[in-house]
């Protein structure tokens, strides 16, 4: 990680952000949404505005077998499968044209390789969760009674914007290890002619898709991503969602004391929602061919009761 010539934060700025970055209390006591509240409904509308081409990609990264238990049952004509004369739909155990397959899945989606989204209550500092609820509320049979997955069932609907940071730095990627700072952050804007505003979803491109495209491993222990130091930045200018093409931290973060800072900082003082492990390379050839670098952004959990998050399938709309 380049550091040289930075003026870094210490190990204490980073835990006093807990305090100094924290939304607790700022929407109400009762609040699961966090830095969600940006995205009104004016946000909304201007986000709609950002459709200029009518063009939409995916953001997300195809769920593959291996990363998933599944089993699939096929049946290729209904009247054979056992029970079928019982079966209470008219006709079923007659129709011989009529099959069907479907699938029971499992599935870990935190970690290195699905792109997923982070609510609030998927990371506790000394016990507590956003907004100061206790991790207590997160059951290991029932899941969380608070800022779960759930609390954004209406969707996340807002202005994205794309930083390509490997770009900035005129690298086809980022080594792992290397973290993107605030200067990056805005240099990519003035490079890029977009100012990141209030309520929009920021997604840093770090290159690791393209890796990731040419047969290279997801993040790990080592890895491309946001600095800590971003964080400051972010609450300033009232983000409200923020990605990356990692798993989100720069790893090492250089901070002994700190497991994932950003993850910690972010979700539990913050509020601050997180896309990890976007396919962005689709999202990048599309701004440079159009010359746009903003466009409507639309996320939809599923809806899995109490769950620290979803996966999901990121569009952005030109």
Same mark, same amino acid.
């Not at 290991?140 to 609390?151: I, L, N, P, R």
């Given at each position: 990680?380049?550091?040289?010539?930075?003026?870094?934060? #210490?190990?204490?700025?980073?835990?006093?952000?807990?305090?100094?970055?924290?939304?607790? +209390?700022?929407? +109400?006591?009762?609040?699961?949404?966090? @830095? /969600?509240?940006?995205?009104?409904?004016?946000?909304?509308?201007?986000?709609?505005?950002?459709?200029?081409?009518?063009?939409?990609?995916?953001?997300?990264?195809?769920? %593959?077998?291996?990363?998933?238990?599944?089993?699939?049952? #096929?049946?290729?004509?209904?009247?054979?499968?056992?029970?079928?004369?019982?079966?209470?739909?008219?006709?079923?155990?007659?129709?011989?044209?009529?099959? &069907?397959?479907?699938?029971?899945?499992? !599935?870990?989606?935190?970690?290195?390789? !699905?792109?997923?989204?982070?609510?609030?209550?998927?990371? &506790?500092?000394?016990?507590?969760?956003?907004? $100061?609820?206790?991790?207590?509320?997160?059951? #290991?049979? #029932?899941?969380?009674?608070?800022?779960?997955?759930?609390?954004?069932?209406? $969707?996340?609907?807002?202005?994205?914007? /794309?930083?390509?940071?490997?770009?900035?730095?005129?690298?086809?990627?980022?080594?792992?290890?290397?973290?993107?700072?605030?200067?990056?952050?805005?240099? %990519?804007?003035?490079? =890029?002619?977009?100012?990141? $505003?209030?309520?929009?979803?920021?997604?840093?491109?770090?290159?690791?898709?393209?890796?990731?495209?040419?047969?290279?491993?997801?993040? $790990?222990?080592?890895? %491309?991503?946001?600095?800590?130091?971003?964080?400051?930045?972010?609450?300033?200018? *009232?983000?409200?969602? !923020?990605?990356?093409?990692?798993? =989100?931290?720069? =790893?090492?973060?250089?901070?002994?004391?700190?497991?994932?800072?950003?993850?910690?900082?972010?979700?539990?003082?913050?509020?601050?929602?997180?896309?990890?492990?976007?396919?962005?390379?689709?999202?990048?050839?599309?701004? @440079? *061919?159009?010359? =746009?670098?903003?466009?409507?952004? %639309?996320?939809?959990?599923?809806?899995?009761?109490? @769950?620290?998050?979803?996966?999901?399938?990121?569009?952005? @709309?030109?």
């Amino acid at each position: 990680m380049t550091t040289v010539g930075r003026q870094l934060p #210490t190990q204490d700025d980073v835990l006093g952000y807990f305090e100094t970055l924290s939304n607790w +209390g700022r929407w +109400g006591d009762d609040d699961e949404l966090g @830095t /969600l509240n940006h995205i009104t409904d004016d946000v909304r509308l201007a986000a709609a505005r950002a459709v200029r081409h009518g063009r939409s990609v995916s953001c997300a990264w195809e769920v %593959a077998v291996p990363e998933m238990e599944r089993s699939t049952t #096929t049946c290729p004509c209904a009247a054979d499968m056992p029970g079928a004369e019982d079966m209470p739909v008219p006709g079923f155990h007659n129709d011989r044209r009529w099959g &069907f397959s479907h699938e029971r899945l499992g !599935i870990m989606f935190h970690g290195n390789t !699905i792109t997923h989204v982070d609510s609030p209550c998927h990371i &506790f500092w000394d016990g507590q969760t956003y907004n $100061g609820r206790s991790h207590s509320l997160v059951d #290991t049979e #029932t899941g969380s009674d608070w800022a779960a997955v759930t609390a954004a069932a209406n $969707g996340i609907v807002t202005r994205g914007v /794309l930083l390509d940071i490997a770009g900035v730095r005129d690298v086809p990627w980022l080594e792992p290890g290397e973290g993107v700072f605030p200067e990056d952050l805005e240099a %990519a804007e003035r490079r =890029q002619g977009v100012r990141v $505003g209030s309520g929009d979803a920021v997604l840093i491109r770090t290159g690791a898709g393209r890796v990731r495209h040419g047969g290279g491993e997801a993040g $790990g222990i080592t890895q %491309a991503g946001w600095h800590v130091s971003c964080l400051p930045w972010l609450r300033e200018r *009232e983000v409200a969602l !923020i990605g990356a093409d990692t798993p =989100q931290d720069v =790893q090492p973060s250089g901070y002994e004391d700190v497991l994932m800072p950003v993850h910690a900082v972010s979700l539990v003082a913050m509020g601050l929602w997180m896309l990890d492990n976007c396919d962005l390379e689709e999202c990048l050839s599309t701004a @440079t *061919e159009l010359g =746009q670098w903003d466009f409507h952004l %639309a996320v939809a959990p599923v809806r899995f009761a109490g @769950t620290s998050g979803s996966p999901v399938n990121p569009i952005a @709309t030109f």
